[in-house]
Structures are given as structure tokens and as C-alpha cells.
Nanobody, 116 residues
């Protein structure tokens, strides 16, 4: 069993910052990619940012320059620092962990609400 738990969501005013955390635990031997997705009401889930085990990162165009993904491999944890938040960033944010064997695991999601 693998558990993926996100934390750090909340309500913030436009222009503010939040830091999301996601920790993976359980029977996962080696993690390849750690990613953040989000899903706004009535919209499809979209990739926000990812970080590979080799150190590569990738961001959605809508968050480039504002969000930063980082990972602590020793703790099987990934972070998403979100700055200059906009109302359109409001969504449920999900963490995805992919093992070297190709298995994917999702967290339960954390709500981020940005007020204007």
C-alpha cells in the first residue's frame, strides 16, 4: 500500500502565497516523477508542474514564473510554492507520485481558493 497525503491548501487573497506539501509513504521503493495537478469546478484536471528524479522540472504556461516545484527525495516529499496567486488558480490541487515501475498514486487533494 502507498499513501499520498497533500497539505497546505487554504484561502488566500490575490497576490498572496501558499506552499503545498505532498508526502508519499508505504511500500514504494523508488520514485520517478512527482507532479502536481489541479482541477477547477467544471474543468478537466490539468498538469501544473512536475519534477523528475533526474532533477528536471516542467510547468504549465499559466504558472511559469509564479510557481516552483521542489522535492526532498530523502523524505519522499514534493512541494509546490505558489506566489502571486490569482483567482484563476482556485482549484483542488492533487499530488501524483509515479514509481520507477510505472505505478501512479494520487493523493486526496487539497483545496486552494484565491479571492479577488
Amino acid at each position: 500500500q502507498v499513501q499520498v497525503v497533500e497539505s497546505g491548501g487554504g484561502l488566500v487573497q490575490a497576490g498572496g502565497s501558499l506552499r503545498l506539501s505532498c508526502a508519499a509513504s508505504g511500500s514504494i521503493v523508488s520514485i520517478d516523477t512527482m507532479s502536481w495537478y489541479r482541477q477547477a469546478p467544471g474543468k478537466q484536471r490539468e498538469l501544473v508542474a512536475l519534477a523528475t528524479s533526474s532533477g528536471n522540472t516542467n510547468y504549465a504556461d499559466s504558472v511559469k514564473g509564479r510557481f516552483t516545484i521542489s522535492r526532498d527525495n530523502a523524505k519522499n516529499t514534493v512541494y509546490l510554492q505558489m506566489n502571486s496567486l490569482k483567482p484563476e488558480d482556485t482549484a483542488v490541487y492533487y499530488c501524483n507520485i509515479r514509481s520507477d515501475e510505472g505505478w501512479g498514486f494520487w493523493g486526496q487533494g487539497t483545496q486552494v481558493t484565491v479571492s479577488s
